[in-house]
């Protein structure tokens, strides 16, 4: 056990202090562009829903990926295990009240990722392919002219996304599939690096590992196929789920909201630290879910094709909002009100059952209070290995195309490929602490130099947003950006946008 513990140890000592430095980063800089953009989320609010699903009648072609599809790709990156099991966890660590922290740093976060994803779009770049391509990465290389440091982003989005973030979709599919069979299987233990794992473990490890590997060696564009309706079906179904269990006992709803306030605000919050690990573990869980400000989101909206980056902008913004300030909410309060009464105190440290119960076993439990009774194990099972394995598609695409920005070389990409299958199999065995430990380190870390390098692009984004509302002020329904607005046009080499690349081709229209 020496060994293991050491790293959990390490992981831990470092996640803690880290995340010291990534809160004022990501903070800061939220109430700062919050400001800046006199309140956009707020105040654009429905400037940004007409733009985001009036999309839906985007033309589209080939090597045409629409403002919509943009967006339907985020939320499905977006909306998965951190929406489930992350809330849970959050709650745990934190009490009810930081599902409150949540929807405050939601908000704040909704302005940095305005920022982020206009950026994203002034810097991307059109390759042999025909797609844009875009994130940290490229507005690195094309904004701040830094090649070398757009390598090391490049590497840190890699190492972020491919590795960690990967490890802790791997890690709660496989926690709530053990929850599922438990009793099933004779278990015995084996040890692994000084860790005691059940063999129960160890076969769902192999098998969820084995599925990773069929994906990234071989099907993952036929997957990846099928992930872009089922994975908004999927969330669709959670949402209907969650809701159908809020209202069969909807006089409770108040009840609970009171809960989450007074946590917040009460008098336990103010004790032993309250407030503090209330505060960070808002912060650490509503981040992992929406990711605003620490740059994965950017890769994928730099592919769309706009007139205008403002319009991804204020797309993503939105994409923040419904992911945490509704999806979020609605576990939390299926959570809530479904074991306050097994958990009254929700002190669950002091009872021992932090690691246990932290994710998806304590959704588990919540589901099984209710009329699904025996089946939420399975029921949740089910959509946790979905949203994971749609996750580990959006994190393996990102990590390929950063490390085609590396290189164009095929061994690294085996070694990715490889790389991602071990550390799928070794997150499924890890206890839930070390992975959400490892995954919020490295988060902490791509918001710490994500937000870095913003800080020196961001009055960009604001010069783009003025033009954006000038021309709408001046009635052009759909503005056109002309990068010379900008007080320099060094790295910009996709605007303004030639026809083709924001209406599509007629060859493979639909």
Not at 73 to 87: C, E, H, K, L, Y
Not at 353 to 381: H, K, M, Q, R
Request: glycine fraction near 10%; include cysteine.
């Amino acid at each position: 056990m020496a060994f293991y513990d050491g790293i959990s140890s390490v992981v831990d000592f470092a996640d803690t202090w880290v995340w010291y430095a990534a809160f004022v980063f990501l903070v800061g800089f939220g109430i700062f562009a919050t400001i800046k953009a006199k309140g956009i989320q707020l105040t654009r609010l429905a400037d940004a829903c007409k733009v985001a699903f009036t999309g839906i009648r985007e033309k589209k072609g080939k090597h045409v990926i629409s403002s919509f599809q943009a967006f339907c790709v985020s939320m499905g990156a977006r909306i998965g295990v951190g929406n489930i099991a992350g809330v849970a966890t959050a709650i745990v660590m934190g009490g009810p009240g930081a599902v409150f922290w949540m929807w405050i740093f939601a908000v704040i976060g909704a302005a940095t990722s305005f920022v982020e994803n206009t950026i994203a779009q002034i810097y991307k770049e059109k390759k042999g392919d025909g797609y844009f391509h875009g994130g940290p990465a490229y507005y690195v290389k094309n904004g701040l002219g830094k090649p070398k440091f757009a390598i090391f982003m490049a590497i840190l989005i890699i190492v972020t996304y491919g590795l960690c973030f990967v490890g802790v979709q791997a890690n709660q599919a496989s926690a709530s599939i053990q929850t599922a069979v438990a009793g099933l299987i004779n278990e015995t233990t084996v040890s692994i690096a000084g860790a005691e794992v059940g063999n129960t473990t160890l076969i769902i490890a192999g098998i969820l590992a084995l599925l990773a590997g069929i994906i990234v060696f071989g099907g993952i564009r036929r997957v990846a196929r099928v992930s872009t309706w089922l994975v908004p079906a999927m969330a669709i179904l959670w949402m209907v789920l969650g809701i159908i269990l809020i209202l069969v006992n909807f006089t409770q709803v108040s009840a609970v909201i009171e809960t989450i306030f007074s946590y917040a605000f009460g008098a336990q919050a103010f004790v032993g630290g309250g407030l503090g690990a209330m505060i960070m573990w808002g912060l650490k869980r509503g981040v992992f879910s929406n990711e605003a400000g620490i740059g994965s989101i950017p890769n994928v909206s730099a592919s769309a094709h706009v007139k205008h980056p403002v319009k991804q902008g204020l797309i993503q913004m939105i994409g923040v909002l419904i992911d945490t300030v509704v999806v979020c909410t609605v576990t939390a309060i299926v959570v809530i009100m479904y074991t306050n009464i097994a958990y009254p105190a929700y002190d669950f440290a002091a009872q021992g059952l932090a690691d246990s119960l932290a994710g998806s076993p304590l959704v588990s439990e919540a589901l099984s209070a209710t009329f699904l009774g025996a089946a939420a194990p399975y029921i949740l099972a089910f959509f946790l290995l979905v949203f994971a394995f749609s996750s580990l598609i959006s994190y393996y695409s990102m990590s390929e195309s950063n490390v085609k920005f590396i290189t164009q070389k095929k061994w690294p990409l085996t070694l990715l490929r490889i790389v991602i299958i071990a550390m799928v199999f070794f997150s499924s065995i890890w206890s839930m602490t070390l992975a959400w430990n490892l995954a919020d380190l490295f988060q902490a870390l791509m918001g710490i130099f994500n937000i870095g390098i913003i800080v020196f692009l961001a009055k960009h984004a604001w010069t783009a947003l003025t033009d954006y509302f000038n021309q709408k002020a001046d009635g052009v329904e759909e503005p056109v950006f002309d990068p010379k607005v900008l007080s320099s046009q060094k790295g910009v080499t996709c605007w303004p946008p030639k026809e083709e690349d924001v209406s599509g081709s007629n060859e493979g229209m639909k």
